[in-house]
Structure formats: C-alpha cells, structure tokens
C-alpha cells in the first residue's frame, strides 16, 4: 500500500513555503496528486508561482470557521499546519475542519526542538494542543522534531549574527543540538509520507537531524571557513531563566535555554534512515 497523496499546508512562512515547494518536487514525480495552500485571501495572488507549478491556493476568511476550513479541505488527506507562534489556537478549528472534511492525518506546526517532554512555557502549549488534536478532536497526528533550522538559524534575531563577528550564546555553548534545514525538513516529510502505508505515520512522533552539533562546533566551522575570528559572549543559564520567566515573549533568551540545557537535541531513536537517500546538508553549507 502506497502513502498519502493529497495535500494540503496551512501557512507559507518560514518553514511552510519550503514544505510546499518540496510536495510540489514530489509532485512532479508523479508520487503526490494534490498541493493545496490555504492562505489569507488577500495574499492569494502572491502565490501565483507556486500555482504554476500545481499547486492550488485556496483562500480562507475565517480559521474559526470549521465549515469554512472544511470546504477549503474538500479531498485533502494530510493537513500541514506551519502557522506561527502568535496563530496556535487556530490549529484547533483548524483539526475540527479537517476532521469534518474527512481528513486522516494533521501535523501540528512544530518542526523544531522536542515539546514531548515539556512542563511549561511554549512548548509544553504545543504538547498541551497536539494532545487535544488527538484525543478531543480525534484525529490522527504526527509530529516531526526537527531541531533548528540549519539554513537560517544565524541571523541577528537570536543574536546569531554570524556575519557581524559578535555573537551570543548560553552557558558555555558547549551542549549539542539537532539542526535541519527547511528544505531537508520538506523534502523528509513529503517523501515519508507519500511513501509510507499511512499506519506508519498514525500519532507518531518523528525525531530527524541533519547535523548534531553544539553552537560552538558551529562557531568554530564559520571561522575555519571564512578565515575570521569570532567575539562570543557567554549568557550564564540562570540568568536566561531569570530573563524568560520575566518575560515569556523572549524568544532569543528562550531558545538560548533550551540550546544550554540540552533541550535542543530532538533525541532518540532517529527516524532518518525511513529516508535512506535523504542525505541533508550540513550546517556549514549555510555558513
């Protein structure tokens, strides 16, 4: 029995638009029949390239409205959601659509570090919400623990800044983690669920790499390969709690934590090898 063929991904962001380009890849194989964007219809035409390529932009009003997301969802099996921090709750009316448009499976947006284990904060909330997909709304899920991002994690928001010489860390940076890139996160899940009975992927957590590396190994290949020296300046891990518990918003000292505590490590077994080709780039390719 062949995988899942009809698609649909919620969201065009930072992780969503590179999911949809990598369905359409599959697409075009011939393994994939239906790519399905729902967007704001405002930004319908925005996406006219992608429609080109086959896939189908769907406006939506409304994410509260489940017989409005139930229409949009009309022949899709699999529901992507990729909506941001600030639209998490929506996921709920969201699953609710998909239920009622007959739907099999929804991925919550996670695609990042573990929240299985979670007590508090973010990501005990998108363990708290993929629960109730499950068991209050009833759909299958499946969740796919990816680490950061390793195209676009080096950036100034996270005071990652590479380029600028002067960068950040928690602790002593010395704790590894798991980084993919998003392209390698779309192209593992369209493969594994276009390829796989879709019993495999029924409320299953998937944990992928592309690299395990601690921010200092990474430091260390920036420097080696562009011939610079870089100024790191070291956050002790109590004085990010300390930040994040005044202000949960925090985002950079949140993930700084979660980076020195260990918690970015997307941890074991690893599902990689369900992609025996999969082959994803090494965080140093972005550097």
Do not use: C
Request: proline share 6%; aromatic share 8%; net charge neutral.
């Amino acid at each position: 029995m062949s995988g899942y063929k009809n698609f649909a991904v919620v969201g065009a962001g930072t992780i969503g638009l590179p999911v949809i380009e990598e369905l359409l890849n599959t697409k075009s194989t011939g393994s994939i029949d239906k790519v399905v964007l729902l967007t704001r219809p405002e930004s319908v035409s925005k996406y006219d390239p992608l429609a080109a390529r086959g896939a189908t932009i769907t406006p939506v009003a409304d994410y509260n409205s489940i017989s409005e997301v139930s229409k949009a969802l009309a022949g899709v099996e699999v529901v992507i959601s990729t909506i941001s921090r600030a639209g998490f709750e929506l996921q709920i009316p969201i699953a609710k659509g998909a239920k009622e448009a007959g739907v099999k499976l929804f991925l919550p947006s996670e695609f990042g570090s573990p929240t299985d284990k979670a007590t508090e904060g973010l990501y005990a909330a998108k363990a708290e919400l993929n629960r109730k997909i499950r068991e209050e709304v009833g759909l299958p899920t499946a969740v796919f623990f990816t680490g950061g991002f390793a195209d676009v994690t080096w950036g100034p928001f996270i005071d990652l800044d590479l380029k600028s010489g002067s960068v950040g860390v928690g602790g002593d940076g010395s704790a590894k983690a798991s980084f993919t890139s998003r392209h390698d996160i779309g192209r593992y899940i369209a493969y594994v669920l276009s390829t796989y009975p879709p019993e495999l992927s029924k409320n299953k957590t998937f944990r992928i790499e592309g690299e395990h590396a601690s921010l200092n190994d990474v430091f260390a290949q920036y420097e080696k390969k562009h011939g610079v020296k870089l100024q790191v300046r070291h956050t002790p891990i109590e004085e990010l709690k300390e930040k994040v518990k005044k202000n949960p918003q925090d985002i950079a000292s949140f993930l700084h934590l979660v980076w020195a505590t260990g918690g970015g490590d997307v941890g074991t077994p690893l599902d990689n090898g369900l992609f025996p080709e999969w082959n994803p780039k090494p965080i140093v390719h972005y550097l």
